[in-house]
């Protein structure tokens, strides 16, 4: 029965967490790309799959959530029609900017590759990225028509197909398009063909996915269509909404959340285009794509991995966050806030201290190419993950809380400020990447740090700095040490995996052992723990439990 029990509710967080294992999918698939179209054709790609993640942002994340509560709303209420009407505002709107969007990139894709990006050969794969928009729009219509009426399951597996034919499909066409453009890099006797050619195949890759995830959503859309039209007769609408209105409503719900995670994520189109104009002055043009490629494809992919593990360990307790404050139980509310803020520390703390110390090691074994710069980026950038993840928590307080406005405006001060501290760390300092951690760093700290306080504030929280915030540091920091010993007596002699392998265990049992030494943990959150039992068998016998 216990087994059944976890088994569904398993079922339930991967159906729930879909969007972040799935962009856990997309940041994953990088690692094998850097491999089949090389660094630089990485640093070619980036601004053709960021501009295409943008305008999903819109027309798949913030449409598609103000779809499904307009459905959802209308469903509750049994006015079928309505909710049809929804529909069709939602795919007009969908349509005109995907396809507005579309022409600019098919019209303009020479001059924003030579002028905005500062990469004339990235043109080829930004004009590959006009048709993927359009279907890219599509999916995130129908994601959020099934999403209102209830059918959150057949949503996130169209989620996993999309990003798992992705994968597939972009590292098959980046390989054949890479070879083909290394004949023509032999003819115009210029390499750097062969990594333009290789980006334009992994858009088309990335097109084929959406291609094949729009067929599967029509097919399951004529399926569930059918069982509708006997509802329709049931219809309860008082008066039909207009098309105008109904346009509206989704404009007002969709652009603010919208906002927020574009702002969010159009800092590394801004950010390139700084480091290329560095590389540029400093005389470093011929490194400057595969630099960033290196950067796009090594540590962010790190960084954004790490991140989203934190994210997924607190991701259901943002919901009994939500149901608390709608309960108007704000004292249990406080109290699950702290436990997350704990859970984080507890989580991200060591995850970065680990990839900070294995940084060699790590990189080593995943990647090749250029190495030593992104080993050193690593050593210097892992606090993003513990950023990361406290900003994400108390971001989505805020939006739980209603706060979108104010979540908005911390957003927009944050941009403003690492836009203009990467101005002058990049373009002015001339410091490369490193200026673009730097100003990262910047921005997440004073988001997380606004938000903190918005959250304080409203709900009157006091943070326990010292059980929740210092102790896990600590007792990551010494665990870190014994970890980087580890790396530095194995790694020259076992190989880096092997090393990875045996310093994670030592440090992690460590790790453990620490906190339970520190009242960090306790039974009753070693019990929920993998192998929480044995920690629990030892932590009795020593009487520290």
């Not at 259901?316 to 149901?323: E, P, Q, R, V």
């Not at 803020?341 to 060591?350: D, L, Q, S």
């Not at 090749?368 to 980026?377: L, N, Q, V």
Request: glycine share 8%.
């Amino acid at each position: 029965m216990k087994l059944n029990i976890r088994t569904k509710h398993m079922k339930n967080q991967i159906v729930l967490t879909a969007g972040l294992w799935t962009y856990m999918i997309l940041l994953v698939m990088r690692i094998p790309l850097s491999r089949v179209v090389g660094d630089a054709g990485m640093g070619l790609l980036a601004p053709a799959f960021e501009l295409y993640w943008l305008v999903t942002l819109f027309t798949s994340y913030g449409m598609g959530r103000a779809m499904s509560g307009a459905i959802r709303y209308r469903i509750k209420r049994e006015q079928y029609k309505n909710a049809g009407k929804v529909l069709k505002a939602a795919f007009i709107i969908n349509m005109v900017v995907s396809v507005v969007i579309a022409v600019v990139l098919g019209l303009l894709a020479r001059v924003m590759a030579d002028v905005l990006f500062l990469e004339s050969l990235s043109r080829m794969a930004i004009l590959v990225t006009a048709p993927v928009i359009i279907f890219s729009a599509l999916i995130g219509t129908f994601r959020g028509y099934f999403g209102g009426y209830g059918l959150g399951v057949l949503v996130a597996h169209s989620q996993y197909l999309e990003k798992i034919t992705m994968l597939i499909c972009a590292l098959i066409c980046g390989n054949i398009f890479n070879n083909y453009g290394e004949k023509v890099s032999l003819l115009l006797k210029a390499d750097q063909y062969a990594y333009a050619y290789g980006a334009m195949g992994v858009m088309v890759g990335v097109l084929l996915s959406q291609m094949i995830t729009i067929l599967y959503l029509l097919v399951v859309f004529v399926i569930y269509s059918t069982t509708l039209k006997g509802k329709l007769g049931q219809d309860n609408s008082r008066k039909p909404e207009t098309q105008y209105s109904l346009q509206r409503l989704l404009l007002n719900n969709s652009i603010p959340l919208a906002l927020i995670v574009i702002m969010s994520n159009v800092l590394i189109l801004i950010d390139q285009r700084m480091f290329n104009y560095c590389m540029n002055v400093q005389e470093m043009g011929e490194m400057r794509t595969a630099l960033w490629g290196s950067y796009y494809s090594k540590f962010a992919v790190l960084i954004g991995i790490g991140a989203v593990f934190v994210c997924l360990s607190v991701y259901a307790m943002a919901g009994k966050i939500s149901n608390a404050y709608e309960r108007e139980e704000y004292r249990a509310m406080r109290e699950w806030i702290g436990r997350a803020v704990r859970k984080i520390c507890m989580i991200a703390f060591p995850i970065a201290i680990y990839l900070a110390v294995l940084s060699d090691a790590v990189v080593k074994c995943l990647y090749k190419g250029m190495t030593d710069e992104t080993i050193a980026w690593l050593q210097k950038g892992t606090v993003l993950i513990v950023l990361y993840g406290l900003g994400f928590l108390f971001g989505q307080v805020l939006y739980k809380l209603h706060m979108v406005r104010e979540l908005m405006i911390t957003v927009g001060i944050s941009v403003l400020v690492h836009v203009v501290s990467a101005y002058l760390m990049i373009q002015r300092g001339l410091l490369g990447a490193d200026g673009v951690i730097y100003s990262l760093i910047l921005f997440f700290l004073l988001e997380t740090v606004l938000c903190f306080l918005l959250v304080s504030r409203r709900l009157k929280y006091r943070q326990a700095w010292l059980t929740d915030v210092a102790f896990p540091a600590v007792a990551a920091c010494v665990s870190g040490l014994v970890v980087l010993l580890l790396n530095k007596l194995l790694l020259g002699s076992v190989g880096a995996f092997v090393t990875i392998l045996i310093a994670c265990l030592v440090g992690v049992f460590l790790y453990v052992m620490l906190l339970m030494v520190l009242k960090v943990i306790g039974e009753a959150e070693l019990s929920r723990m993998p192998l929480g039992f044995f920690f629990l068998m030892l932590g009795r016998n020593m009487g520290i439990l």
